[in-house]
Antibody, heavy 125, light 110 residues
Framework: EVQLVESGGVVVQPGGSLRLSCAASGFTFDDDTMHWVRQAPGKGLEWVSLINWDGSSTYYADSVKGRFTISRDNSKNSLYLQMNSLRSEDTALYYC??????????????????WGQGTLVTVSS | DIQMTQSPSSLSASVGDRVTITCRASQSISSYLNWYQQKPGKAPKLLIYAASSLESGVPSRFSGSGSGTDFTLTISSLQPEDFATYYCQQSYSTPPIRFTFGPGTKVDIK
């Protein structure tokens, strides 16, 4: 059974930093592209970032580009999101999601077939 | 960037009703369109991929159709467990790589 368990969400002040983690099990982690998707309270889903199977390709939403960094450690079956220069608008539930598609240097086909339960990040003074 | 819209934003329906939700892309996305269901306090769940393919384990009362810019999700006979919010998502991107969800359609009990 695929399991994705996020952690690291806390209350942080504007301008602060935070690192989210996602522990994966039940599938061959280093086969798959992985994503972070967030959901602000009472709002819809917003794609944040993706990383391909070996970490050689990463992409970001414009809203987080230059502030967030996605990474992975395939030896630990773990996905990470380093979040810097946090703003109030980054307040959200952050989900990691497994992708059953593919990413190359020229295109990505992504379907989020499994999701974690999310970890809550609150940016507030 | 491709923009996704959904209509209606919410609807009220009764158990047994046929429900149709529409998703529109700002440019053609062929059949690169997925549908997700999200219940309150829960993570989204994949229902339909590639516009019309039913994810394993999803009841057959759910179906998807469309291609190009216009897509629909249909629930043939609404069940109590189907009251939720439904999101579409464009699933193919070329650089700059971006993935966009629709704003969601909330289905609640009439």
């Amino acid at each position: 059974e695929v399991q994705l368990v996020e952690s690291g969400g806390v209350v942080v002040q504007p301008g602060g930093s935070l690192r989210l983690s996602c522990a994966a099990s039940g599938f061959t982690f280093d086969d798959d592209t992985m994503h972070w998707v967030r959901q602000a309270p009472g709002k819809g889903l917003e794609w944040v970032s993706l990383i391909n199977w070996d970490g050689s390709s990463t992409y970001y939403a414009d809203s987080v580009k230059g502030r967030f960094t996605i990474s992975r450690d395939n030896s630990k079956n773990s996905l990470y999101l380093q979040m810097n220069s946090l703003r109030s608008e980054d307040t959200a539930l952050y989900y990691c999601a497994k992708d059953n598609g593919y990413c190359s240097s020229s295109s990505c086909y992504s379907t989020f077939d499994h999701w974690g339960q999310g970890t809550l990040v609150t940016v507030s003074s | 960037d491709i923009q996704m819209t959904q209509s209606p934003s919410s609807l009220s329906a009764s158990v047994g009703d046929r429900v149709t939700i529409t998703c529109r892309a700002s440019q053609s996305i062929s059949s690169y369109l997925n549908w997700y269901q999200q219940k309150p306090g829960k993570a989204p769940k994949l229902l339909i991929y590639a516009a019309s393919s039913l994810e394993s384990g999803v009841p057959s009362r759910f179906s998807g159709s469309g291609s190009g810019t216009d897509f629909t999700l249909t629930i043939s006979s609404l069940q109590p467990e189907d009251f939720a919010t439904y999101y579409c998502q464009q699933s193919y991107s070329t650089p700059p790589i971006r993935f966009t969800f629709g704003p969601g359609t909330k289905v609640d009990i009439k």
